[in-house]
Every structure is written in C-alpha cells, then in structure tokens.
C-alpha cells in the first residue's frame, strides 16, 4: 500500500536547467494534483487532473508543464528553472468521492541555484 | 488566491489542553477539509464536514461549520505531544470538489 510515491524527493537545479518530477498513485484515483509549498504561503496549486490524458492550469502554473499519459502518474516539469521556482512540491491524488480527501506524497524539496 | 485562512497562526499548549484552530473562507463551498502535516511530511487527510453538516467527530477530534459566517473550527480534545503539527483547513469552492484550496495553516505546539 504505497499510496502516492514522488520522485526524487530532493534535487539541486541551477538556473536555466530543466528537470522532471514524477508522481505515482497505486490507488486507481481520477484526480491528480500538483502542489507547491513555501514558507508564509501554504499550498498553492500548479496543474492538476481529472483524468488520464486531461491536465488543466491551477492558481500558479507559469513555468511548470504537466502530463498524464498513465492514469497513475502525473509528471511535472520546469523547463528552465528559476531561483523563484526553489520550493517543495507536493502531488495528490484523490477519487471521484470527495469524503476520503486527497492522499499527498512526501514531497519533493527543489532548490534552484 | 487562499480560500481559507487559519486563526491562529501559531499556537503552543501543555499535554492534556485542548486545542481549538479556526478557519474562514469567502465563497460558498460543498464542503470542507482539515489536513494535519508534520514537519517534514506530505499532508495527511483528517477530517471532511459538508456544507449541509454542522459539526462531526472523529476520535479526539470535533469539526464544526457555520455556513452563515463562513467559517469552521477544528477542536483537538486532550492533545498529546505526538499532535505537533501544522493544521490546514482546504475548501472547494473554486468550482468543484475536484481541485482544493489550502489556508496557510496553524501551527500547533503541544509540550510535554
């Protein structure tokens, strides 16, 4: 019973690179979520999506791409990273039924130099 | 933009207190979540009150909702020093239950 697995849960960027991050659900969810989370700022939402091949934009989606190829996974990119992209990231998923709310991964700390 | 802002934002009590956070929020929700996250860790799914609900239970835990002034509480009863963490209220009304919006949260401290 993994849950939501992310992958890799810490990295160091410098300016202008690009990385992917991957998210893993093994819970059949629909829905898939990307977060970030910075001091003062709470969760803000990147992408997310209702389904496989569906990916929409959030509050904060400048900079960062989404795919949902799979129904268990979501990767998020950054395509050429910035020092105002250094946060921790957190995906989720969740099921058509609200009740059991969202199961969160444990993060991904990214800091961009 | 946050839906839901937590009061307090920081809150530090002995073992055996009770602990009371609130959160209000703007818009007309479905419903509405509170989330524990310890330090470190992904958040962890608590408890979930509907909009049509005013107030539930889950172990040492109370929830309530006052829809008419837009806000809820979350009450954690003889707290322990294993409920160090932060707590997040989330609401859904941006438009569906699919896509949640966080407060900042509330952390709480419960020394031993």
């Known amino acids: 019973n993994a849950g939501v697995t992310q992958t890799p849960k810490f990295r160091v960027l410098k300016t202008g690179q690009s990385m992917t991050l991957l998210c893993a659900q093994d819970m059949n969810h629909e829905y898939m979520y990307w977060y970030r989370q910075d001091p003062g700022m709470g969760l803000r939402l990147i992408h997310y999506?209702?389904?496989?091949?569906?990916?929409a934009k959030g509050e904060v989606p400048d900079g960062y791409n989404v795919s949902r190829l799979k129904k268990q996974n979501f990767l998020l990119g950054l395509e050429s990273a910035a020092p105002s992209q250094t946060s921790v990231y957190f995906c989720a998923s969740s099921p058509l039924d609200p009740y059991y709310g969202y199961t969160f991964g444990s993060g991904t700390r990214l800091t961009v130099v | 933009s946050q839906q839901g802002e937590e009061d307090p934002q920081a809150l530090s009590i002995q073992e055996g207190e009770n602990a009371t956070m609130n959160c209000s929020y703007k818009?007309?929700?479905?419903?509405l979540q509170w989330y524990r996250q310890n330090s470190g860790r992904g958040l962890v799914h608590l408890i979930l009150?509907?909009?049509?609900?005013r107030e539930k239970h889950s172990g040492r835990l109370r929830v309530t909702l006052d829809t008419s002034k837009k806000s809820s509480s979350l009450l954690i009863t003889a707290s322990r020093a294993a409920d160090t963490a932060s707590y997040f209220c989330a609401t859904d009304a941006q438009g569906g239950s699919e896509k949640l919006v966080f407060g900042k949260g509330t952390k709480l401290t419960v020394n031993p």
């Open positions: 818009t007309s929700i479905n419903n």
């Open positions: 999506s209702v389904g496989e091949g569906t990916t």
């Open positions: 009150i509907r909009s049509n609900e």
